[in-house]
């Protein structure tokens, strides 16, 4: 099992920056991929940005340029540093991870953090 807690949402004017981490525990080594998905009200859950064990990276084309997603594998932490925010951008985010089952006694998984608030006001 896999623990994610995120930390680092908030309120901030449009122009405004945040930074979201997502911390993970437990069983850790298993972990494939690691992202940010994002949710409006009356909206669907939609991926934000993501990022593999190697450091490869996806955005959005609604963010990029503007969000920056990184990850330490020794503290098992990704983070997502948001630049030039829009109230567009407001939101619940939730860290995501998946296991692809690929190596060996690692199960096929997805965990999810239970969210942070993001609201950019104009």
């Known amino acids: 099992q896999v623990q994610l807690v995120e930390s680092g949402g908030g309120l901030v004017q449009a122009g405004g920056s945040l930074r979201l981490s997502c911390a993970a525990s437990?069983?850790?080594?298993?972990?494939?991929?690691m992202g940010w998905y994002r949710q409006a009200p009356g909206e669907e859950r939609e991926l934000v940005a993501q990022?593999?064990?190697?450091?490869?990276?996806y955005y959005a084309d609604s963010v990029e340029g503007r969000f920056t997603l990184s990850r330490d594998n020794a503290k098992n932490t990704v983070y997502l540093q948001m630049n030039s925010l829009k109230p567009e951008d407001t939101a619940v985010y939730y860290c995501?991870?998946?296991?692809?089952?690929?190596?060996?006694?690692?199960?096929?998984?997805?965990?999810w953090g239970q969210g942070t608030q993001v609201t950019v006001s104009s």
């Open positions: 995501n991870a998946d296991q692809f089952g690929l190596k060996a006694m690692c199960a096929t998984e997805t965990y």
């Open positions: 437990g069983d850790t080594m298993c972990i494939d991929d």
């Open positions: 990022i593999t064990r190697g450091g490869d990276t």
